[in-house]
């Protein structure tokens, strides 16, 4: 009976290491799908899986995708993202790009890693949330004034353990520095006040920070893809939206539609790049570090380039188009999107000492700089 029992054992034994193998495993060149691992394997699997033994013969593709257009730095970042881990891997790792919202976006991009899948994507942070509620207070509106406050944040054990909570739901962030200036509100009219907002329709992504911010500020959201944003700035089913300065400046030249500035600030324009932290952990070692390496080093040329760059753009737009920028009452923009915070804790349960922490943080950060 106990070899009966013991040869039951083995064969077990074997069926589950088979079955592991056939979901996970080496791919083949070229080899593209869904990466079958659990994400909750344990420390001393993920070390195997994520070893150098094998690192010659491992490949996998990796499909990018992102809503930009090519005259965007975030289109421009992932492009060369994509470009530079293909080929300082030697195309063990090959990352297949694709902007313009051609595959999956927003959440659908995040439902991706979630689910395992052989993918990368580049969101707005806040979507994240859906699975971990601290991701919408960490870029929650008035918080930042500048690149330096929000990478010293995004640099801390705050953001550490966030990061480590989002891995345990299967999504990895390989770089939070994917960002593109402040977003501010665009119009043909003067705003100084949320007063001044009253009956403004303005674009909103579909992300419910957003949408929500924008009604705190004072204005309607109209939740669409900005695809959708100029025809709909034309035809008047919008006034205007919020957005950066590379925005405006950006593909079919909004600034000809919308000629008003309100500096708001209200968000930091950034983008967290990501991928499934199960695909990332089966990654060989050697293959793994240069994907961090090459996701640390676009996402800073990327924050860097655009932060030399919006000033030229708005020289531009202040002459060629006559696009003006005003100063808006920042303390009543921050007063109306101090609600926020709460419905952020009630609507995804996010630790509601967070806020608090992260102005103690960086009220730390600016009187030390």
């Known amino acids: 009976m106990k070899n009966a029992k013991r040869l039951l054992s083995i064969i077990l034994t074997l069926t589950v290491v088979l079955g592991l193998s056939a979901c996970g495993g080496t791919p ?24 150098d033994a094998d690192a010659d013969s491992y490949y996998i593709e990796l499909t990018y995708s992102n809503v930009f257009n090519p005259k965007e730095w975030n289109y421009k970042a992932a492009e060369k993202f994509a470009e530079m881990v293909t080929e300082r891997t030697e195309g063990h ?17 995040v439902v991706h890693a979630v689910n395992g899948d052989k993918w990368i994507g580049l969101e707005e942070p806040s979507l994240f949330a859906d699975w971990v509620g601290d991701c919408a207070v960490l870029v929650g509106p ?8 929000y990478n010293y944040v995004m640099d801390s054990e705050l953001v550490d353990a966030v990061k480590a909570k989002l891995a345990e739901e299967n999504i990895h962030i ?49 939740p669409m893809s900005f695809t959708e944003c100029l025809s709909s700035i034309s035809s008047g089913v ?21 000629k008003k500035v309100a500096l708001t600030n209200h968000f ?20 793994r570090d240069i994907v961090d390496e090459c996701a640390l080093e676009c996402g800073e040329w990327e924050q860097t380039s655009c932060a030399e760059d919006e000033v030229a ?18 303390d009543a923009f921050t007063e109306s999107c101090a609600p926020i915070y709460d419905w952020i804790v009630e609507e995804y349960g ?12 960086i009220g730390n950060y600016r009187a030390g700089n």
């Open 28 to 51: 083949a060149p070229g080899a593209a799908g869904a990466a079958g691992n659990d994400a909750a394997g344990t420390e001393d699997n993920q070390e195997a899986a994520g070893s």
């Open 93 to 109: 790792v090959k990352v297949d790009f694709h902007g313009l919202n051609e595959l999956d976006c927003y959440r659908d991009s």
């Open 142 to 149: 008035m918080l930042y004034n500048s690149d330096e406050e």
């Open 174 to 222: 390989l770089d939070t520095h994917y960002s593109f200036g402040f977003r501010s509100v665009v119009t043909n009219k003067d705003i100084r006040t949320p007063e001044d907002l009253k009956g403004v329709k303005l674009r909103s992504t579909t992300a419910a920070l957003f949408i929500k911010t924008i009604e705190a500020m004072g204005a309607t959201p109209v």
């Open 238 to 258: 919008v006034d205007g939206f919020e957005g950066s300065t590379s925005t405006l400046a950006g593909a079919g030249a909004p600034y000809e539609l919308v």
């Open 268 to 287: 930091i324009a950034t983008r967290w790049l990501f991928m499934a932290e199960d695909v990332y952990q089966e990654m060989p070692k050697k293959w």
């Open 313 to 330: 753009q708005i020289e531009k737009m202040k002459s060629e188009a006559g696009v003006t920028w005003n100063e808006v009452d920042l």
């Open 350 to 361: 996010a630790d509601p000492e967070l806020h608090h922490k992260l102005v103690e943080l």
